[in-house]
């Protein structure tokens, strides 16, 4: 599996509030990804890094931003959650080497 | 502008069958592509990675092919098994690390 852990799997939170979710990987990967995924649309690219501080814009970044300040953590931040930004989140990484792509098991985040 | 299309959206077939799914994008100028199957509430599992040196791939009841040239990937799945019940996607890996990702297909093995 990677070693791939999402943090926390399951959150509820108000309009408004900020949001981190963690993305915590335990095999010196260089690429890391997150994506949401929404009935209708499918997996979304939100943000992904290509190594400690270089992050790059994913097709639907605007009210996320995201950090990696350790090879090991990725976090993604909602500043101030809407309802819009109801979804589930994964996290991803690219294994050097092969190029596969490995999954978290998700964050189902609600914001009411 | 790449684009990835997996048809049918969903699928039910008896236990037992052989069926293949299917995966179309746009541009072959592609890096990789890669199957994934996900279960309700799961992230996605991997299944088969097929580098584009390469036609196909095959894990256990699996067989993934590749063919750039028309822009196509199949998954063949052997002898199905309710189990197999899940959604699986198709994802395209381009030269720019941009993965682009099929809306999947959802299957449905009937006992």
């Known amino acids: 599996d990677a070693g791939i852990t999402q943090s926390p799997r399951h959150k509820v939170t108000e309009t408004g509030t900020p949001v981190t979710l963690r993305c915590h990987q335990t095999?010196?990967?260089?690429?890391m990804y997150w994506y949401r995924q929404d009935p209708g649309h499918g997996l979304r690219l939100i943000h992904y890094?290509?190594?400690?501080?270089?992050?790059d814009k994913g097709e639907v970044s605007d009210g996320y931003s995201v950090s990696r300040s350790k090879t090991e953590d990725f976090l993604l931040t909602l500043e101030s959650a809407t309802s819009s930004q109801t979804s589930v989140y994964f996290c991803?990484?690219?294994?050097?080497?092969?190029?596969?792509?490995?999954f978290g098991e998700g964050s189902r985040l609600t914001v009411l | 502008k790449q684009e990835v299309t997996q048809i049918p959206a969903a699928l039910s077939v008896p236990e037992g069958e052989n069926l293949v799914l299917n995966c179309s994008f746009t541009?072959?100028?592609?890096?990789?592509l890669q199957w994934f199957r996900q279960d309700p509430g799961k992230g996605l599992t991997s299944l088969l990675l097929?580098?584009?040196?390469?036609r196909e791939q095959t894990s256990g009841r699996l067989n993934a092919s590749l063919d750039k040239s028309s822009g196509r990937s199949t998954l063949y799945i052997a002898a199905s098994q309710p189990g197999d019940s899940a959604t699986y996607l198709c994802?395209?890996?381009?030269?720019?690390?941009?993965?682009?990702f099929g809306k999947g297909t959802r299957l449905h093995i009937l006992p």
């Open positions: 991803a990484i690219t294994e050097q080497g092969s190029g596969e792509l490995f």
């Open positions: 095999e010196n990967h260089r690429y």
């Open positions: 890094s290509y190594g400690v501080k270089d992050t």
């Open positions: 541009d072959s100028a592609i890096y990789n």
């Open positions: 097929i580098q584009s040196s390469q």
């Open positions: 994802a395209v890996i381009l030269g720019d690390d941009k993965i682009i």
